[in-house]
């Protein structure tokens, strides 16, 4: 048997105002890192010992990982990162107001880009400012493998080569292993682990800050379809929240409007 547990980032300064995010390198939000916080805890609580964590290159996952270990007094643990396990990348929508966004091209389109499986957003152009063609941390990368857009198919492809490399042979290893992510490399995630369907994985969320748990046999499938997240009343209503985001034009949405710049 395996332990794996999956941490998607607290919530970043972007997700509070409601932009589209994806490759864009921004901060937890005070919010968010109260939250990584209180992923230590949780992780304390439940008497669960990462021996390595795998992050992202995005700070918003790296220092939700930094905060929970140090609750957890695990600071030390060994690190991987890879760009694999990147946001999806939003293509042109990057740094759009979602609310905004669902207002001007209407639901179907914004759910479609949004949630849909295999349609990706219009793709951002290498010269837009919120591009990451340049971006130094993507240096040793061929261009064609940098996303200028992605759907949730293509994380799945980009992402499970270092499932399978990376995190499998830790996993083989008797390590309980900590991915510490975002909401749509770790939609992928599950999908592959559970099995869900391209329709069905449309439906589902996954909340900021709240450790996922599963426990996998010895092919790596989960014994628990679904795993078990360490605060179910929190990530029930914190699931809805991601679920409903852009539906309203709320306080912070509104106030802010257009498309920011980095
Ligand atoms: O903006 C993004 O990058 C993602 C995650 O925050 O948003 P969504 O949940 O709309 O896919």
Not at 188 to 197: F, I, N, T
Request: hydrophobic fraction near 40%.
């Amino acid at each position: 048997m395996a332990t794996l547990v999956l941490l998607r980032h607290g919530e970043s300064v972007w997700n509070a105002e409601g932009l589209f995010t994806g490759w864009v390198d921004v901060d937890l939000s005070a919010k968010g890192e109260g939250e990584a916080t209180r992923g230590g805890d949780l992780l304390l609580d439940a008497d669960l010992t990462p021996d390595v964590v795998h992050t992202s290159l995005l700070k918003r996952a790296i220092r939700t990982a930094e905060i929970a270990l140090d609750v957890a007094d695990l600071s030390w643990i060994q690190v991987r990162r890879s760009w694999r396990l990147n946001e999806r990348h939003y293509g042109a929508l990057q740094g759009k107001n979602k609310a905004q966004t669902r207002e001007e091209f209407g639901e179907d389109q914004f759910m479609t880009w949004r949630r849909s499986y295999d349609v990706p957003p219009p793709p951002i152009k290498d010269d837009d400012p919120l591009s990451q063609v340049n971006d130094l941390r993507y240096a040793s990368l061929p261009s064609e493998l940098i996303p200028r857009t992605e759907c949730l198919a293509d994380v799945v492809d980009r992402l499970l080569p270092y499932w399978y490399d990376a995190v499998v042979p830790d996993l083989a290893a008797g390590r309980t292993v900590l991915v510490a992510a975002h909401g749509n490399s770790l939609r992928a995630l599950v999908k592959h682990l559970d099995g869900v369907s391209d329709d069905a994985i449309s439906a589902l969320n996954i909340p900021t800050g709240i450790p996922l748990l599963y426990e996998l046999d010895d092919d790596f499938a989960p014994l628990k379809r679904g795993g078990e997240y360490l605060d179910p009343t929190a990530a029930k209503a914190a699931i809805e929240a991601v679920k409903n985001q852009g539906a309203s034009t709320g306080k912070a949405e509104a106030k802010k409007g257009g498309r920011r710049k980095k």
